[in-house]
């Protein structure tokens, strides 16, 4: 196992919560960030809505133009003019 | 894929654009795998990105791997501009060149700054004993050694710290503050500095011996440390008085009617250089100096555009001494007689008071010779400490 690896693997021992940061200017429409810490994996990906799986949820973020990005080990970044956000239990 | 700003990827980035597959679980591994990526969108079912120039052999495998069809578009950024000039010989010598120049320099000492109020000729010599000098390998330099001897060995040194950053020495040494003056309360007398009669006399701790009018010898008590306490002992103390004294002295001054002198008037030396805090930056080639001159500097402050930038020019002006002949007439001569005398009084009487001074001029051939007698005042007292048996 590499160093990188490792690291992953201690970042998910160490934090199963996961945290969700909105930036916007008002309204969500208007174009928002959402900021996902410790995000498991990328559930759905489609031109309108991307799903993320955290731990024991899943966030639905619908919009259009949806971008992705990841900042650090487990982190994504979505922005664009975002319709809703949803959050669903998983098992 | 519109055109955007590709953040946070240093080396350069490739723009991507991929069709088919499970997109969801590539972009997912390449999360995990901690791959940045950027601007990742999905439209009309192909999904765009960008990654990294040095991540993209890694996309395009997790890519495959998921069935995902990628194709790689723009590219650009510091990665792609360089591997244009790798076929440059010349190019990659030079920068390798000059990497390598920059890691020889960082390998040995190439200047040594000295800051704090410490003799510099100590500290470098300190320094040098601890194999820290211009030339000397960084790895082989004794700097907590250093720091303890100057510690140690400068007076009065209350901290001193030595760095070696790149290939430059820091020396920072700060001094405490200084030890109060404590009065020695050891017994002592006082006595005649000179031969001279008394005139007056203060006397505050101590018998006085001496009565005014009195002539003594250099050397003659004045004032007692020793007193009587009234009970047939004798007390130690301190004798402290002001003893003025009058004597004679007798001066001679001589000025030639002819005399050959040197005057600073000759061919002027100009070596300018660029100061920055305590750097000097020699703006000329060679060695500065001239013989036989005298020596003046000036420095100004350098202006850009009217404003004051934190450089200076000093210029070290080296003027030429020329000999010259002066001739005077006898009224010359008298004059500068009188000017070499108030020279005289101002260094040598500036604490005596001069009562009387009488001048005799002989004028001879080759110049006048004026003899002052003077009657001068002034404190004799000179402590001496009491031997005690």
Known sequence: MGLKEKLIALEELSGRKSTVTITTDGELHGGAE???????????????????????????????P??????????????????SLDFEENN | ??????????????????????????????????????????????????????????TAETARKYGVRIRAGERGGIYFTLSRYRSRVGLCVGALLFVLTIS???????????????????????????????????????????????????????????????????????????????????????V????????????????S?????SGVNAGDLLVSGVVPDGRDKVLYVRADA????????????FVPYSETVSIPNGERHEFKYLVFGSDEYPLFFGKAGADNSLYTEQTSIVKLFGQETAFKLKTGIYTEYTEQQIMRSPDDA??????????????????????????????????????????LQGDIAKPVAVARE
């Open chain 2, 334 to 375: 008298i004059s500068e007689l009188a000017k070499q005398k108030q020279r005289f009084e101002e260094n040598f009487y500036p604490t005596y008071e001069i009562i009387n001074a009488e001048e005799k001029f002989y004028p001879r051939e080759d110049g006048i010779r004026l003899i002052v007698d003077y009657t």
């Open chain 2, 209 to 213: 011996v001496v009565e005014n009018g």
């Open chain 2, 104 to 190: 020889l320099w960082q390998t040995s000492v190439r200047s040594i700054m000295i800051d704090g109020d410490v003799p510099r000729s100590q500290i470098m010599q300190i320094l040098n004993e601890c194999n820290i000098k211009v030339g000397a390998s960084v790895d082989n330099l004794q700097i907590s050694k250093a720091e303890h001897r100057i510690l140690a060995e400068v007076e009065n040194c209350a901290w001193a710290d030595v760095s070696c950053v790149g290939f430059r020495v820091d020396v920072h040494v700060e001094k405490g503050a200084p030890k109060p003056e404590m009065e020695d309360s050891s017994p002592r007398n006082i």
């Open chain 2, 242 to 253: 002001e003893i003025i004294g009058e004597w004679m002295e007798t001066r001679e001054f």
């Open chain 2, 192 to 207: 005649a500095a000179r031969s001279a009669m008394i005139v007056r006399q203060i006397p505050r701790v101590g018998a």
């Open chain 1, 66 to 83: 949806l971008t992705l990005e990841n900042f650090g080990v487990g982190s994504v970044r979505i922005t664009g003019n975002i319709h």
């Open chain 2, 1 to 58: 894929m519109k055109k955007q700003k590709i953040r946070g990827l240093r080396f350069g980035y490739v723009k991507f654009s991929g069709i088919g597959g499970y997109s969801e679980k590539m972009i997912t591994e390449l999360l995990e795998n901690g791959v940045a990526i950027r601007g990742v969108e999905i439209k009309d079912g192909k999904i765009f990105g960008a990654v990294s120039p040095l991540d993209y052999y890694r």
């Open chain 1, 34 to 64: 959402i900021c996902v810490e410790n995000c498991r994996c990328i559930q759905e990906l489609d031109d309108n809505f991307i799903v993320l799986s955290v731990y024991g949820m899943n966030i639905r973020v619908s919009g259009t």
